[in-house]
């Protein structure tokens, strides 16, 4: 299967702790988007990246959270001291080039307890 | 701001009959709108996508209407059957910016057998 992958599909932390979420876009993809979607919610962007570079961050909360792309490895996306807010569906995206459609990854469901 | 909306949060359609699904947008930036569905647990999937400079693309039975000087687009279906009762969102984005999709709240589609 040559999809999005994510990891873990679903993931529990204690406030105050970290959470690590992982993505490997499609073979051949070397744009990475973020979303968010909280419940009852649409899907909001977080951050664009492409290999090594942050294209745009303008959606991801100022603090606790940052998001990588390595040169080899999966994108990271971290969230450090997790609150109960932080509690949402976490989807990773890739595309073959900018502005084409993306193709989502199954996401990854964090509960904050 | 909520950029782009999908004032429907839910719509019921008989089996073979005609869905429609509505979405506005406010930023005459964008010029590249996608429909994405999404089933529970799952990423969304992309569907089908229009380029500002087209007003209609059809896709078996999945057709994309854009009126630009409205601002609005909608998606039809049809016929509907069981299998699209999903969540469907409608997302924009602008080909000149960093890629990034901004997505409605998505429409809860249901077509009863």
């Known amino acids: 299967n040559a999809g999005v992958m994510q990891n873990p599909r679903h993931l529990v932390r204690r406030r105050g702790q970290e959470a690590r979420l992982r993505c490997s876009p499609m073979?051949?993809?070397?744009?990475v988007y973020w979303y968010r979607q909280l419940p009852e919610e649409g899907l909001k962007f977080m951050v664009y990246?492409?290999?090594?570079?942050?294209?745009?961050e303008s959606g991801m909360p100022k603090e606790r959270f940052s998001a990588e792309f390595p040169k080899e490895g999966p994108s990271i996306l971290r969230i450090q001291q997790v609150v109960r807010g932080d509690s949402a569906a976490y989807f990773c995206a890739s595309s073959s080039t900018q502005g084409n459609e993306q193709y989502f990854g199954p996401g990854t469901r964090l509960t904050v307890t | 701001d909520q950029q782009v909306k999908q004032n429907s949060p839910s719509l019921s359609v008989q089996e073979g009959r005609i869905s429609i699904l509505n979405c506005d947008y406010t930023n005459s930036m964008f010029d590249y709108f996608l429909w994405y569905k999404k089933y529970p647990a799952e990423g969304p999937t992309f569907l089908i996508s229009?380029?500002?400079?087209?007003d209609k693309n059809e896709d078996g039975r999945f057709t994309v209407f854009l009126n630009k000087s409205a601002k609005h687009l909608s998606l039809h279906i049809v016929p509907s059957q069981p299998g699209d009762s999903a969540v469907y969102f409608c997302a924009a984005s602008a080909l000149e910016g960093a890629g990034k999709s901004t997505f409605g709240d998505g429409t809860t589609l249901t077509v009863k057998p």
């Open positions: 990246l492409q290999k090594e570079n942050i294209i745009d």
């Open positions: 229009i380029s500002s400079i087209k």
């Open positions: 073979k051949g993809h070397s744009h």
